[in-house]
C-alpha cells in the first residue's frame, strides 16, 4: 500500500511501505484530506479534484484513518476495507488513497502534519475538509495548535455553510481566511490561514450509504 504508486517508476511518487525519516527532497503541492471513509464516496472526490483544479495542487491524499478519536468504533469497518473503498476513487495519479497515518503511528491531526514536515520538508501541505468539518474543529485535540501548523481549504457542504461560516471556528479565524482572488497562493501561505472553496455541492454522506447498503 502506498502513496503516489510505483516509487520506481513515479519521481513524485511516495510509498508508505519506504516512509523517509526525515530529509525528502521532492516540492510539490500536497492536499491532506483525512477521514474515516467509511465508507468512501463520491463527495471526497468531489473534494480533492476542485482542491486539484483551485489550488493547483500536485496531488491530494486521501488519508484513511486508522481510527478517528471523535467517532464510535462500533460500525466501523476494517482499515482495509475503508482504504479500498478510497482507492475505488483514485481515478487519477493525482489522486492517492493511504493508510499513512498507520505507518506514522498518529490518530491526531497536528501529530500527522508534524510528522509529515519532518519526513517531507520541501512539500506544501495543505489540509482539506468539507464545511461541517470546519464548524466542528474546535471539538478537535490541540485544534487552536492544528491552524497553526497547516493551511486549511474549505469546501462548501449542504445545510453546514452558514454554521461554518458564521460559527465559532470561522470568528477565531476571521482575520486569517484568505480573499477569494488569492485562493491559488494558499499553499504558499504561512499558517494560520484558510480559505472558503465555492463551486457544486454534494450533500452524500458515508452515513446514508450504510444505512442505504443495509437495507438493501
Sequence with gaps: M?????????????????LPRWGDGRRLRVGLLGGSFNPAHEGHAQIAHRAIRVLGLDQVWLMVSPGNPLKPTRGMAPLAERLASAQALAD???????????????????????????????????????????????????????????PIAV???????????????????????????????LAEKTPPVWAFLPGQQNGISATDLRRSRASV
Excluded: C, K
Design 92 to 150: 487519477s495519479p493525482a489522486i492517492v488513497a493511504t493508510a499513512i497515518e498507520a505507518g506514522l503511528g498518529t490518530r491526531y491531526a497536528l501529530d500527522t502534519v508534524r510528522r509529515l514536515r519532518i519526513r517531507f520538508p520541501h512539500v506544501r501541505f495543505v489540509w482539506l475538509m468539507g464545511a461541517d468539518v470546519f464548524a466542528e474543529l474546535p471539538r478537535w485535540s490541540r485544534w487552536r495548535e492544528f491552524v497553526r501548523s497547516v
Design 2 to 18: 502506498g502513496v503516489g504508486g510505483d516509487s520506481a517508476s513515479s519521481p513524485s511518487a511516495f510509498s508508505v511501505d519506504q
Design 155 to 185: 469546501a462548501p457542504r449542504p445545510h453546514s455553510n452558514v454554521a461554518a461560516l458564521r460559527g465559532r471556528t470561522a470568528s477565531v479565524l476571521a482575520r486569517y481566511r484568505l480573499p477569494s482572488g488569492q485562493v491559488r497562493a
